[in-house]
T-cell receptor
Framework: AQKVTQAQTEISVVEKEDVTLDCVYE???????LFWYKQPPSGELVFLIR??????QNEISGRYSWNFQKSTSSFNFTITASQVVDSAVYFC????????????FGAGTILRVKS | GEEVAQTPKHLVRGEGQKAKLYCAPI?????VFWYQQVLKNEFKFLIS????????ETGMPKERFSAKCLPNSPCSLEIQATKLEDSAVYFC???????????FGNGTRLTVT
């Protein structure tokens, strides 16, 4: 069965520090998608990125970067020079092809950025 | 529309009352997914639809919970005789055929008192 593990329950950093959020997944599919979502205190789910299993190129978007490594089944997310506005819960998710590509979520990592 | 629209934003029900939540998928999307997020942040998949047909209901509680997606109407998730443990935020997402969902609605916060 599909599984996503976010081992870090909570991380606290001081503003301007870099922080990496870990995500490890399990799947029997050869084709799948990986996602990261941000859930700020206001509660909505903000889509950050989707990666296809065939595309292992790392991605950078401003202060955000993602490291996808199929060999270790990991899809880690790094925030460079963190800001207070980055404080949120971050979820990693994996698509389940057998079930219409529904998403299987990790338990989330609470990120607290202090000024 | 270009976004998933969920109504109402907040819903308060006394234990035993019925609750009905609505989700309007993005226009042209044929798949709808419902998730429940309880206080510990965990997302639980409930049910998905392909057009008006149930596609996957493996996460749906067999009692009290039902859902529909009818043509030309928002999809709905109904909880009969709510219990305290049903208090959660219910999220809806939609996608085109073959794609996983990207965007979620803003959720409906259900509080059962």
């Amino acid at each position: 069965a599909q599984k996503v593990t976010q081992a870090q329950t909570e991380i606290s950093v001081v503003e301007k520090e870099d922080v990496t959020l870990d995500c490890v997944y399990e799947t029997r599919d050869t084709t799948y998608y990986l996602f990261w979502y941000k859930q700020p205190p206001s509660g909505e789910l903000v889509f950050l990125i989707r990666r296809n299993s065939f595309d292992e190129q790392n991605e950078i978007s401003g202060r955000y970067s993602w490291n996808f490594q199929k060999s270790t089944s990991s899809f880690n997310f790094t925030i460079t020079a963190s800001q207070v506005v980055d404080s949120a819960v971050y979820f990693c998710a994996l698509s389940d092809l057998e079930y219409g590509n529904k998403l299987v979520f990790g338990a989330g990592t609470i990120l607290r950025v202090k000024s | 529309g270009e976004e998933v629209a969920q109504t109402p934003k907040h819903l308060v029900r006394g234990e035993g009352q019925k609750a009905k939540l609505y989700c309007a998928p993005i226009k042209g999307h044929s798949y709808v997914f419902w998730y429940q997020q309880v206080l510990k942040n965990e997302f639980k998949f409930l049910i998905s639809f392909q057009n008006e047909n149930v596609f996957d209901e493996t996460g749906m509680p067999k009692e009290r919970f039902s859902a529909k997606c009818l043509p030309n109407s928002p999809c709905s998730l109904e909880i009969q005789a709510t219990k305290l443990e049903d208090s959660a935020v219910y999220f809806c997402a939609s996608s085109q055929t073959g794609d996983p969902p990207l965007h979620f609605g803003n959720g409906t916060r259900l509080t059962v008192t």
